[in-house]
């Protein structure tokens, strides 16, 4: 009687093709080959959100490559962090998506969003100098921590009130 060992991981055939790959998955790969990926940096609205299982963009960008023909419309029913959306914006395919987590929602919402670039600086100079003429944090903000102050003695500044003397800590 012959047995043979179950693995989520078979080894792989010894007439394997392994190729190192530097940059953009190329779409001629042979079947069955094993790739190895240096990838180039990507840019920087990758990196904006948590995802504990991100996509790398090169994998959604050789699905396109590979397979897509304009006009093309993708459905992308986990987006997650919103990558196979933004390859697929950039490869100028339209895009349908949700995601359940709200956090997501929003974190695909901003990537996507068409933003006026002037009108994003002059907002920024008006919050750097509204930010500038502040000397103190406004009263108005109900801190926690503040309670915790107040219990043990101590002032919403920071100093601890012992016999009408204000004592820093």
Not at 35 to 42: F, G, M, V
Not at 81 to 105: F, K, M, N, Q
Not at 115 to 121: D, I, R, T
Request: aromatic share 10%; glycine share 6%.
């Amino acid at each position: 009687m012959r047995i043979e060992q179950l693995s989520l991981f078979p080894t792989a055939p010894s007439d394997s093709i392994y190729l190192s790959i530097e940059g953009n998955i190329p779409t001629d790969l042979p079947n069955g080959a094993f790739i190895s990926l240096k990838r180039n940096t990507p840019l920087k609205i990758y990196f904006l959100g948590f995802q504990p299982a991100k996509s790398i963009p090169e994998i959604p960008r050789w699905f396109l490559h590979k397979y897509g023909k304009n006009p093309l419309t993708i459905l992308e029913p986990f987006a997650g962090s919103g990558t196979t959306i933004l390859e697929s914006l950039h490869y100028r395919a339209s895009v349908d998506w949700l995601d359940y987590h709200p956090l997501s929602r929003l974190i695909c919402q901003v990537k996507t969003h068409s933003f006026n670039c002037q009108q994003v600086l002059e907002t920024t100079a008006q919050i750097i100098f509204q930010a500038t003429h502040k000397h103190n944090a406004p009263n108005t903000i109900a801190f926690l921590n503040l309670v915790r102050y107040r219990v043990l003695g101590f002032e919403a500044g920071g100093r601890r009130q012992e016999a009408g003397v204000n004592v820093p800590h």
